[in-house]
């Protein structure tokens, strides 16, 4: 068993609902959530990831929504595919996955970040096109490099008002 499906399955045994490639409909104040959890596609993929995941993230996607009157929650690890979540009508993403860009220059941003190379474009904050909002978090961990400059780690929180 690898360390990921021992996490998952700890997490499991403690009551903690994992969404992989799954939907829950929530109910809050009467108002109807459907909260979406993508798996980290290169876990899931073989071969060429950059052709094949635009497409497979809009298939799945499409298939878990549901009812496109509920607020849309998506849980999904890989920022650089924001578009995606804009094509499938998500109105909100929680990401992470760029670790603030690893390290991060005055006035400019991340320099680096996974998936997305130099100077990323989704690398910590507020993101924003149409009806969609991304929150991508810096996170709490590094990448390959096990030192960040200039880059805090983060943990949002965050308080969903109804409209």
Known sequence: MSQ???????????????????AMQLEYNG?????????????????DMFGEVPAMVDTKLRGLIGDKDNYTILLSHRPELFEAYVNCGV?????GHAHGGQFRLPFI???VAPN???????????????DTNMIVCRGLGNSIIPIRFNNRPEIVLLELIAE
Request: aromatic fraction near 10%; avoid cysteine; proline fraction near 3%.
């Open 4 to 22: 990921y499906d021992e996490l998952k399955a700890e997490l499991e045994n403690t009551g903690v609902v994992v969404l992989e490639d799954k």
């Open 31 to 47: 108002d109807d959530i459907t909260l979406i959890g993508l798996s980290d596609p290169s876990f899931t993929l073989k071969g």
């Open 91 to 95: 109105d909100l993403v929680f990401s």
């Open 116 to 130: 997305q190379g130099l100077f990323p474009k989704y690398d910590a904050g507020l993101y924003t096109k149409g």
């Open 109 to 111: 941003g991340g320099l």
